[in-house]
């Protein structure tokens, strides 16, 4: 079945630190969202990507999709302690009925 | 303008015994999700909902699970004859249209002793 992988699982960085992670899918995606859920949360939204090689930003993220519609990363530029949480991408199969696929997710801490 | 309301928050089992977990979508949103979180898990995909129309059960058990969204009234994920190994978090998410972000809930803790 469809995959979204991301990995690793955790990583830690020193706040002030650049910090980027990556999502990659086995088949192509009509689109891909970020979601971010910080401890004892739930999944809040951040940000949808359709078109190939999109490129957004949302203050000190940017988001990319890949030009094959089967990768995407997030780039978080001098990490913050309030960026903490675990930002799992979830992609849409192209022709499925809407069912998002959601990758494992990536479990950031910053050190102060 | 209320959120998408799950209810309720935790909820302690017994095995065997049936489990109810409630969502309310966002006001206007006609499509509704049910995903599943482990702990250190991503969310797991259950069942896509549209109002009285089960789209996509294919993430769903077949035996012991089941789902419904009335035309009133909340959407209800059913388990019945609960295991342990059903103690999850389960999360509903709504969205307006299809394809569109999608709005979650905070999740019904559930617990099998």
């Known amino acids: 079945g469809q995959q979204v992988m991301q990995i690793p699982q955790y990583q830690h960085v020193q706040e002030g630190e650049d910090f980027t992670t990556y999502c990659n899918s086995s088949t192509t995606l009509s689109n891909i969202q970020w979601y971010k859920q910080r401890p004892g949360g739930h999944p809040v939204f951040l940000i949808q990507?359709?078109?190939?090689?999109e490129v957004k930003k949302q203050k000190r993220l940017t988001f990319q999709f890949g030009e094959a519609k089967k990768n995407s990363s997030l780039h978080i530029t001098a990490t913050q302690t309030t960026d903490v949480g675990t930002y799992f991408c979830?992609?849409?199969?192209?022709?499925?009925?809407?069912?998002?696929?959601f990758g494992k997710g990536i479990t950031l801490s910053v050190r102060p | 303008n209320a959120g998408v309301m799950q209810n309720p928050r935790h909820l302690v089992r017994r095995r065997g015994q049936e489990a109810r977990l409630r969502c309310s979508p966002m006001?206007?949103?006609?499509?509704v999700y049910w995903y599943r979180q482990l702990p250190e898990e991503g969310l797991k995909f259950m069942v896509y909902?549209?109002?009285?129309?089960?789209?996509?059960e294919s993430g769903m058990p077949k035996e012991r699970f089941s789902a419904e969204f009335p035309k009133e009234g909340p959407s209800i994920l059913r388990i019945q004859q609960v295991v342990r190994g059903d103690s999850a978090a389960y999360f509903c998410?709504?969205?307006?249209?299809?394809?569109?972000?999608?709005?979650f809930g905070s999740g019904t803790q559930l617990s099998v002793l």
């Open positions: 979830a992609g849409e199969l192209t022709g499925a009925n809407s069912k998002l696929t």
């Open positions: 909902l549209q109002k009285e129309n089960i789209i996509d």
């Open positions: 006001k206007g949103h006609s499509h």
């Open positions: 998410a709504s969205s307006l249209q299809v394809s569109e972000k999608l709005f």
């Open positions: 990507l359709v078109k190939s090689g």
